[in-house]
C-alpha cells in the first residue's frame, strides 16, 4: 500500500472524529491532519521571539520612538522632549524596544544614542507601504 494514502486513512479517521466540513477534512487529510498541521507550525522559541517583536510594536509610544530612530539616531533627551513622557516610561518603553531587537543604544560620553536595526527599519517601511 502507498504510505501517502496509509497516512491520509490514518488522517481521515482521526478527522471523522470532529465536526467538521467535508471540504476542510478532505483537504486537512492532503496535508497528514491535524498532526500535519501541527508538523507546520513554527518551533515554539521562534513564535516566541515573534510574540516579542509584535508586542514591542502594538504601542503607540514605542511606534512613535521607531518612527523617529527612522529618521536618524537619537539620544534619550530629545526623544523625550519629542514623546513628552516621563523618563521612568521612556526608560521602559525603551527597553521593550531593546529586548525585542528593534533599537540598539551606543553611549558616547554622558549620553546614550538609539538607533534603529535593520530588521526594525524593514518591517517599518515595509508596513508603512500599506497604509
Do not use: G, T
Given at each position: 500500500m502507498d504510505p501517502q494514502l496509509s497516512r491520509t486513512r490514518v488522517a481521515?479517521?482521526?478527522?471523522?472524529?470532529?465536526s467538521i466540513p467535508h471540504e476542510i477534512a478532505d483537504s486537512l487529510c492532503l496535508c497528514g491532519g491535524v498532526e500535519g498541521l501541527i508538523d507546520r507550525l513554527p518551533p515554539e522559541d521562534l513564535i516566541g521571539r515573534m510574540e516579542e517583536r509584535f508586542k514591542a510594536f502594538a504601542d503607540p509610544a514605542r511606534l512613535k520612538i521607531l518612527f523617529l530612530l527612522l529618521t536618524q539616531p537619537l539620544c534619550v533627551c530629545v526623544i523625550k522632549a519629542i514623546v513628552n513622557m516621563a523618563d521612568s516610561k521612556l526608560s521602559y518603553h525603551l527597553h521593550i524596544l531593546k529586548k525585542a531587537g528593534m533599537i540598539k543604544g551606543e553611549q558616547q560620553g554622558n549620553y546614550i544614542v538609539y538607533h534603529i536595526t535593520e530588521e526594525a527599519r524593514a518591517f517599518l517601511e515595509?508596513?508603512?507601504m500599506h497604509f
Open positions: 481521515r479517521i482521526k478527522l471523522d472524529c470532529l515595509q508596513e508603512s
